[in-house]
């Protein structure tokens, strides 16, 4: 089996990928994000599995440190990755919650603005023919959208409405032996928010989904064939 054909994410003898260069892994360091490093080799093991397959699809760019990984496994498998946020940041990115950023807000409008961070970030990691960013509403995008996805990776906001909407919108739209990753699953109350855990994770169980792989809070599974 050459490195260009499709292969299945859970199959044993699937061979390892090439490693992420490190330049890219450098880049992706340099993002504001959140993201740990076995997260990111898991999230990078899984599209380079999938992108042969079809289109590896991201909710929630921020600035592109998770864009890198599934960007850099995508470019040496010849496929494409699709990233969606409106770029207003979540919830809990806003002035006054514990994740807001100062410098991520844009001075002439007074309202968060992440791409400009995301586009130095492709650009410094030779990324901008590969990775391609839709700007709007994860649900307004939905809406519009009907390529298969080879691999789905749900990384958006967190609210309990934001959970439900990216499950019933996006997760249909994973080809049968896709993958679904998700972020920041914590089945322990004490270890994080439950949204994502309550409103993606069991859902995505109960609809046929199964795990195949845990890493910190990613968790990875495959949709049945049929
Ligand atoms: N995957 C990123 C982190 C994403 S943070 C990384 O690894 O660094 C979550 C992102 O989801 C934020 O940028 C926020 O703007 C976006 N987001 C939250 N709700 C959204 C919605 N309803 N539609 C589109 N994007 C949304
Ligand atoms: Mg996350």
């Not at 990755?81 to 007074?110: I, K």
Request: proline letters at 8%; charged letters at 20%.
């Amino acid at each position: 089996m050459t490195s260009g054909q499709a292969q299945r994410y859970d199959d044993p003898a699937r061979p390892a990928p090439i490693p992420v260069p490190a330049a890219l892994r450098r880049v992706a360091e340099a993002a504001k994000g959140f993201l740990p490093d076995d997260e990111a080799d898991a999230l990078y093991d899984a599209a380079w599995a999938m992108a042969p397959r079809g289109v590896v699809l991201e909710v929630g760019t921020y600035c592109g440190k998770s864009a890198t990984f599934l960007g850099a496994a995508a470019k040496g498998r010849g496929g494409t990755v699709v990233t969606v946020d409106h770029h207003r940041g979540s919830e809990e990115n806003q002035p006054g919650w514990e994740w807001h950023d100062p410098e991520l807000v844009d001075p002439a409008v007074g309202v968060m603005d992440t791409l400009p961070f995301f586009r130095r970030t492709m650009h410094a990691a030779g990324l901008e023919d590969t990775v391609v960013a839709v700007v709007g509403r994860s649900t307004a995008v939905a809406a519009i959208w009907s390529t298969p996805l080879a691999m789905l990776f749900i990384d958006g906001g967190h609210a309990v409405e934001h959970c439900i909407n990216d499950f019933a919108h996006w997760t249909p739209k994973v080809m049968p032996g896709g993958v679904l990753a998700i972020h920041d699953v914590f089945p322990d109350p004490a270890d994080g928010g439950q949204a994502p855990y309550e409103h993606i994770y069991l859902p995505a169980l109960d609809a046929g989904f199964t795990e195949v792989r845990q890493v910190g809070s990613l968790r990875v599974l495959v949709k049945p064939d049929r």
